[in-house]
């Protein structure tokens, strides 16, 4: 068995499922693999995305820790909060303790994570940063303290803490910019399985280029017909063809969805995998319910996925609303002049309120006003008949009302549209208690009505100025996924959680270019 490929610049994957098996081939007619960033799928040898981010992310620590050190020296250079030893020595002492620094990083997990999830980002990491950080400034202070060695400033030490937290944070994101700049950090990914699972798969990969997934096609023995969604993505063989797929078109990861194939098929699958040097992803069972809160345990070697009760404690809650009060209130005084300025902006731009209110469900079925700076013309509402043509789901799933282009908006309106600014005046229904930071997408009441059953679960925690819906995807992603997505964020509620969801809102919004 052979595969042709074209792994030219620019060029896309020739391929599409076919509708059924007895016509399904390996030939291409004119390539595979098609380029997501210019080069990507050229001669990476063993230079893989596991490969050129550990280096990349060594090479970024060893910068931060000593760009960190340097800095705290030069501040402290000749005031009266130095230590005994001196820069003379201690300079050659730090430097000595890099390794010790690099091995801790590698237990903490800091320099694995990018190959195997491919949504994984420094912001994911920061609380094992800040733990790790954290453990070393206290235990050097607790040997000088045992060993009477050294007597160290508690000030240069606290500088020296949050100055290796900063400095750590950013090289890692600029490490990781630069890393995904390269051909070699784009893996290519099989799916096996063409069902209604592996394509949906399929779908939000093709959509997120920045998680820099490469989807060379689908396996099975018995597909499904196309999505229209998939590009001309199509059936690569049978199931009993993975082995050679992975081979022919250097494969990195492969993701095993549902297939109707009998479960010791897919076992054989799986195990087979094992010496081709692949990641393996497996969509499990019951994945609409499965998230970030759920935990891998074992009975008598047999392994059982745990879900936490589906509630949020009344410390949860607490703990929740304290947090939005906490950053919304402080975001509200420190932006005070900024929303001024829009409003003044909104004011001499076209004639109409400031501000645009509308009904929104809120938690626990409970309507509300929902505040945004005003993007369109006075009377855009009664506009809204004749643009029902111009949907963009309305062709698909037209229980949401978005228009590219929309007409009725202006010109200042279509900016602050891009970057989100008009929603910044939900800090206020945060405030009063009618919306939280991060939570369920604040639907209108039309909208509303096509959550049913237990979607409605979603309506258990306020809505959100942010959540899952916009960090994935905001306009692209249809309304039955974004109901599920917020029954996910409902039911698997961290704190930590939120404030990964914060931490990428703004790169999701920069990223974006069709907020409308």
Same mark, same amino acid.
């Not at 939005?324 to 004639?351: E, H, N, Q, R, Y």
């Given at each position: ?17 076919? @509708? ?17 960033? +210019? ?10 995305? %596991?490969?050129?981010? &550990? ?8 910068? +931060? ?59 994911? *990491? ?13 235990? =050097?202070?607790? !040997?000088?303290?045992?060993? %009477? ?47 209604? /699972? ?7 990969? !093709?959509?997120?280029?920045?998680? +820099? ?5 689908? /396996? ?5 017909? &196309? ?33 109707s194939e009998s479960h010791e098929e897919m076992l054989d699958v799986v195990r087979s995998l094992k010496n081709l040097d692949v990641q393996v992803d497996i969509v499990p069972r019951l994945f609409e319910i499965i998230g970030p809160r759920m935990r891998i345990n074992s009975i008598e070697g047999v392994s059982i996925v745990s879900m936490p009760p589906l ?11 304290? =947090?939005?009060? +906490? ?24 004639? %109409? ?8 469900? %809120? ?42 282009? @929309? ?32 939570? #369920? ?7 509303? *009505? ?25 306009? @692209?992603? #249809? ?19 939120? !404030? ?10 920069? &990223? ?5």
């Open positions: 068995m052979s595969v042709s490929s074209d792994t030219s610049p620019g060029s896309r994957p020739a391929v599409a499922l076919a @509708d059924d098996v007895a016509g399904a081939t390996l030939s291409t007619n004119g390539g595979l693999v098609h380029d997501l960033k +210019a080069g990507a799928a050229q001669q990476r040898g063993t230079q893989r995305r %596991g490969w050129l981010v &550990r280096r990349v992310l060594l090479a970024s620590d060893i910068v +931060a820790l000593l760009g960190a050190f340097l800095v705290v020296e030069l501040i402290f250079q000749g005031s009266g909060a130095v230590d005994q030893i001196g820069i003379r020595w201690e300079v050659p002492i730090f430097v000595a303790t890099l390794p010790l620094w690099i091995v801790a990083a590698k237990v903490y997990g800091l320099y694995d994570r990018d190959e195997q999830n491919a949504e994984h980002s420094t912001a994911d *990491e920061f609380p094992s940063i800040f733990h790790l950080v954290t453990v070393a400034v206290w235990l =050097f202070f607790a !040997l000088s303290w045992i060993t %009477g060695l050294t007597d160290p400033s508690q000030e240069k030490l606290a500088a020296f803490w949050g100055a290796t937290i900063l400095s750590l944070t950013t090289c890692r994101v600029v490490g990781r910019s630069i890393a995904r700049s390269r051909p070699s950090y784009v893996q290519n990914a099989l799916i096996v399985g063409a069902g209604e /699972v592996g394509q949906s798969i399929a779908r939000k990969l !093709l959509n997120h280029p920045e998680y +820099a997934i490469n989807v060379v096609g689908f /396996v099975d023995s018995a597909p499904k017909a &196309r999505r229209e969604d998939l590009w001309d993505l199509r059936l690569l063989g049978p199931l009993d063809s993975v082995g050679d797929v992975v081979r022919e078109l250097e494969v990195e990861r492969v993701i095993i969805a549902f297939s509630r949020l404690s009344r410390s949860s809650r607490l703990l929740k609303r304290s =947090f939005d009060l +906490a950053i919304a209130t402080g975001a509200i005084l420190v932006l005070s002049p900024f929303l001024v300025a829009i409003a003044l902006i909104i004011k001499l731009d076209s004639s %109409g309120p400031l501000l645009f209110t509308q009904l929104r469900m %809120g938690a626990r079925d409970r309507k509300f006003r929902i505040y945004k700076f005003r993007t369109m013309v006075h009377g855009a509402d009664s506009q809204k008949s004749a643009l029902l043509k111009l949907n963009k789901h309305a062709n698909g799933d037209a229980r949401m009302f978005k228009v590219p282009g @929309d007409p009725r908006v202006t010109r200042v309106g279509r900016f602050l549209r891009r970057y989100s600014l008009d929603e910044l005046p939900q800090l206020f229904n945060v405030v009063k208690g009618e919306m939280s930071l991060v939570g #369920p997408r604040p639907l209108v009441l039309d909208e509303d *009505e096509f959550v049913e059953a237990w979607a409605r679960q979603r309506l258990a925690l306020r809505p959100g100025m942010t959540g899952y819906w916009q960090i994935l995807g905001r306009t @692209d992603i #249809p309304f039955s996924e974004m109901v599920k997505l917020d029954y996910l964020y409902v039911t698997n509620w961290t704190l930590g959680g939120d !404030l990964k969801v914060v931490a990428r809102t703004i790169p999701a919004i920069l &990223r974006s270019q069709d907020a409308y």
